[in-house]
């Protein structure tokens, strides 16, 4: 595969429904953030972070509670950089194209199917420190980063699957409505 097929297919990756756990590893160790998220196409999600709060987001406003049970409405559509969203969804991930992104595919190293379990695998450069790569796993149908790592930090999607149970879709469709 080259590097362009693979930006439009990070670009465009957005499965009908999804669930999974996240977390984020730094170089020292350290767990960062971890928690889980469950999507329904359309930019429809609900992120649940462990010693933190809930975000329910839809493109029509979000919202958050956090650990303290305040609820704040006006919280932004759009998932940071470090977001499992951004993973799920690699359009978010600031990668190649829009005004501020800080990566692109590298392409001096060649993009990468394993024969073992079918992932892909890609390095990324910062757009304003060449020396600064990331290496993403990427699964082979979905298009979703499995794990990006970078030399500060890892971060990874665990548990991906693509089918949610009937009562995680009552659930959301409930919050979903509350908005």
């Not at 429809?44 to 303290?68: K, M």
């Not at 990468?112 to 450069?125: E, H, L």
């Amino acid at each position: 595969m080259d590097h362009a097929t693979l930006l439009r297919l990070l670009l465009a990756a957005d499965p009908a429904q999804a669930a999974c756990g996240f977390r984020t590893t730094f170089a020292d160790g350290e767990i960062g953030e971890t928690g889980t998220l469950r999507y329904l196409a359309t930019d429809r999600w609900i992120l649940d972070v462990d010693h933190g709060g809930r975000t329910v987001s839809t493109p029509h406003g979000s919202w958050y509670v956090g650990r303290d049970g305040e609820l704040r409405k006006s919280v932004p559509t759009t998932p940071s950089f470090g977001s499992a969203v951004a993973l799920l969804l690699p359009r978010y991930r600031g990668i190649e194209g829009a005004p501020g992104d800080d990566w692109t595919l590298d392409p001096s190293v060649p993009v990468t199917d394993s024969t073992t379990d079918g992932r892909i695998r890609a390095v990324f450069r910062h757009t304003e420190h060449p020396t600064y790569q990331a290496e993403a796993t990427i699964h082979p149908t979905l298009h979703s980063i499995l794990t990006l790592r970078t030399p500060a930090w890892v971060a990874e999607l665990v548990n991906l699957r693509t089918d949610l149970t009937e009562s995680e879709l009552g659930e959301m469709e409930s919050l979903f409505n509350q908005m």
